[in-house]
């Protein structure tokens, strides 16, 4: 048993699961979020950590949290480790929140057409199941913001479902209520960060009810540049793909690789593609906080 193993069981401090970029624990009736400075991309955990994207992506969760909780609950209790609590690697990195039972799909917001949702729309002239004018460009603004849930997968791609498909997992009235919520916490960031000369593409949120109440919470991580696609205004120019404040640079950095197909292992990232990847994290995080 190493030190941290023996650290986390004096505390009483239950390891859960490590996900592709969090790790998760139980600590009496919380739940434990702890941000890694790992990063994925294409679904493969790449094997070079980026410096403080952990820390970086809870302290802008931590500001997304608390200017929304009046738009919607969220589960936060505290980013502070309790006293009797011996884990320095956790500080920065933790949010203890309410348990919830997070239901099963991803809320996925799209405001424009990039990423698998351009995708789709080159092949079937949909986007999430919802039929789109014709002769729309890559990172064209839609016509009005769409709800586009996903069926979460811990390891491998996660699975894009239509509204019928996903009314069938949720049940019509928890569907309406997600995509209500989704929908709304969309709208409000996404003018708020323009008014910041940024705009928000898409973004993945999840939901949980709260064991304790029934109530519905907002959960995990919400506007941060692993779950969402950030990009300047000022050089917004629809036709093909946008420079961004997200995991895109690494994506395009990965393109080019010829040797790599997209499945893991990862490739080791070049020092460069490391700093100019955290200097993206950082400068979001200045400029929408």
Same mark, same amino acid.
């Given at each position: 048993?190493?030190?941290?193993?023996?650290?986390?069981?004096?505390?009483?401090?239950?390891?859960?699961?490590?996900?592709?970029? &969090?790790?998760?624990?139980?600590?009496?009736?919380?739940?434990?979020?702890?941000?890694?400075?790992?990063?994925?991309?294409?679904?493969?955990?790449?094997?070079?950590?980026?410096?403080?994207?952990?820390?970086?992506?809870?302290?802008?969760?931590?500001?997304?949290?608390?200017?929304?909780?009046?738009?919607?609950?969220?589960?936060?209790?505290?980013?502070?480790?309790?006293?009797?609590?011996?884990?320095?690697?956790?500080?920065?990195?933790?949010?203890?929140?309410?348990?919830?039972?997070?239901?099963?799909?991803?809320?996925?917001? &799209?405001?424009?057409?990039?990423?698998?949702?351009?995708?789709?729309?080159?092949?079937?002239?949909?986007?999430?199941?919802?039929?789109?004018?014709?002769?729309?460009?890559?990172?064209?603004?839609?016509?009005?913001?769409?709800?586009?849930?996903?069926?979460?997968?811990?390891?491998?791609?996660?699975?894009?479902?239509?509204?019928?498909?996903?009314?069938?997992?949720?049940?019509?009235?928890?569907?309406?209520?997600?995509?209500?919520?989704?929908?709304?916490?969309?709208?409000?960031?996404?003018?708020?960060?323009?008014?910041?000369?940024?705009?928000?593409?898409?973004?993945?949120?999840?939901?949980?009810?709260?064991?304790?109440?029934?109530?519905?919470?907002?959960?995990?991580?919400?506007?941060?540049?692993?779950?969402?696609?950030?990009?300047?205004?000022?050089?917004?120019?629809?036709?093909?793909?946008?420079?961004?404040?997200?995991?895109?640079?690494?994506?395009?950095?990965?393109?080019?690789?010829?040797?790599?197909?997209?499945?893991?292992?990862?490739?080791?990232?070049?020092?460069?593609?490391?700093?100019?990847?955290?200097?993206?994290?950082?400068?979001?995080?200045?400029?929408?906080?």
């Amino acid at each position: 048993m190493d030190s941290l193993e023996k650290r986390l069981a004096a505390a009483g401090v239950t390891t859960v699961r490590s996900g592709k970029v &969090r790790d998760i624990y139980t600590w009496r009736d919380e739940i434990w979020l702890v941000a890694s400075d790992r990063i994925s991309a294409y679904d493969v955990i790449m094997p070079t950590p980026i410096p403080d994207k952990g820390k970086i992506l809870t302290m802008l969760s931590a500001h997304w949290f608390t200017l929304t909780a009046d738009l919607c609950p969220n589960h936060v209790l505290s980013y502070s480790l309790p006293a009797e609590a011996d884990l320095p690697e956790f500080a920065g990195r933790l949010t203890r929140g309410r348990r919830c039972e997070i239901f099963p799909v991803e809320c996925v917001a &799209r405001g424009y057409l990039a990423g698998s949702g351009w995708e789709e729309y080159r092949e079937r002239g949909t986007v999430g199941g919802h039929r789109l004018p014709t002769g729309l460009r890559e990172s064209d603004q839609l016509p009005e913001p769409l709800f586009t849930p996903a069926r979460k997968n811990d390891y491998g791609h996660d699975e894009n479902l239509t509204p019928d498909e996903a009314r069938a997992e949720l049940g019509e009235e928890r569907y309406a209520e997600l995509r209500d919520l989704t929908l709304g916490l969309y709208s409000w960031a996404a003018a708020y960060a323009n008014a910041r000369g940024i705009l928000l593409a898409d973004t993945k949120l999840e939901f949980g009810q709260e064991m304790a109440t029934g109530q519905v919470l907002l959960a995990d991580e919400i506007f941060t540049p692993d779950s969402s696609r950030f990009w300047p205004a000022d050089t917004y120019q629809p036709g093909g793909s946008q420079p961004s404040f997200d995991k895109q640079y690494l994506r395009d950095y990965l393109k080019t690789l010829t040797t790599w197909n997209k499945t893991a292992p990862g490739p080791e990232l070049p020092p460069e593609v490391v700093a100019n990847t955290r200097a993206k994290y950082l400068e979001a995080l200045e400029r929408l906080s």
